[in-house]
């Protein structure tokens, strides 16, 4: 959401496995391949329809899914079919430097953007990830994965330091974990007007899009 617009300002998919105790992280997310994946997207883009017009559709690469040698190439067959439509993908693991510069240099050839996610956690640490800044568009700092692992204290700092790493590399900078309204305050301290959590709403299955957004 673009809090300062009061409008949608993207969507990203999340891949997820039906079983026994209902919707679920799939424990490898290689169990479906990435053509499998991009025909999902492409089903997904296909219901949102108008919602898309203005907005991204982002989804999720890890290390292993982008070190696969079809990855690259299926999508940009993606990209064939959905001309109209604007992809975004994020990078949840760091990758190397020169695989960084080759995804970036092959989206923004095809009006693709690239996304850190999930930045000052995991592998995509400052130290991991610094080098890859400069060809990236947008950075997501996820709040819930600090709240996870009992850091949740160092949120503010961290996101001091990543909305300042944004400003420095002109780079668009996403919220992710907005929950309730001192969530809300949180980002407005610090400038961050792009938010993305349960706040706004729940994940929503394809076929059931019809979204309900709080402010």
Same mark, same amino acid.
């Given at each position: 959401?673009?809090?300062?617009?009061?409008?949608?300002?993207?969507?990203?998919?999340? !891949?997820?496995?039906?079983?026994?105790?209902?919707?679920?992280?799939?424990?490898?997310?290689?169990?479906?391949?990435?053509?499998?994946?991009?025909?999902?997207?492409?089903?997904?883009?296909?219901?949102?329809?108008?919602?898309?017009?203005?907005?991204?559709?982002?989804?999720?690469?890890?290390?292993?899914?982008?070190?696969?040698?079809?990855?690259?190439?299926?999508?940009?067959?993606?990209?064939?079919? !959905?001309?109209?439509?604007?992809?975004?993908?994020?990078?949840?693991?760091?990758?190397?430097?020169?695989?960084?510069?080759?995804?970036?240099?092959?989206?923004?050839?095809?009006?693709?953007?690239?996304?850190?996610?999930?930045?000052?956690?995991?592998?995509?640490?400052?130290?991991?990830?610094?080098?890859?800044?400069?060809?990236?568009?947008?950075?997501?700092?996820?709040?819930?994965?600090?709240?996870?692992?009992?850091?949740?204290?160092?949120?503010?700092?961290? !996101?001091?330091?990543?909305?300042?790493?944004?400003?420095?590399?002109? !780079?668009?900078?996403?919220?992710?974990?907005?929950?309730?309204?001192?969530?809300?305050?949180?980002?407005?301290?610090?400038?961050?007007?792009?938010?993305?959590?349960?706040?706004?709403?729940?994940?929503?299955?394809?076929?059931?899009?019809?979204?309900?957004?709080?402010?």
């Amino acid at each position: 959401m673009d809090v300062h617009d009061r409008q949608v300002y993207g969507y990203e998919t999340l !891949l997820r496995k039906y079983g026994p105790d209902g919707w679920r992280v799939p424990t490898n997310f290689l169990e479906l391949s990435i053509a499998e994946q991009a025909t999902l997207l492409e089903q997904t883009a296909q219901e949102l329809g108008p919602k898309l017009a203005h907005q991204f559709l982002a989804f999720n690469l890890n290390q292993a899914q982008f070190d696969l040698p079809d990855t690259l190439p299926t999508i940009l067959k993606l990209k064939q079919r !959905l001309k109209s439509v604007n992809l975004a993908i994020e990078f949840t693991e760091a990758p190397t430097l020169a695989q960084m510069k080759h995804y970036s240099e092959v989206l923004h050839a095809h009006d693709m953007m690239l996304d850190l996610d999930d930045v000052g956690t995991g592998s995509n640490t400052y130290a991991n990830i610094k080098a890859f800044l400069p060809y990236a568009d947008k950075i997501k700092f996820a709040m819930q994965n600090l709240r996870m692992t009992g850091d949740a204290d160092k949120i503010p700092e961290q !996101l001091a330091f990543w909305t300042q790493q944004a400003e420095k590399n002109q !780079l668009t900078m996403i919220l992710e974990g907005i929950e309730d309204p001192q969530d809300q305050a949180l980002a407005a301290k610090y400038q961050v007007t792009i938010h993305q959590g349960y706040f706004y709403s729940q994940p929503v299955a394809p076929k059931a899009l019809a979204l309900n957004f709080n402010y």
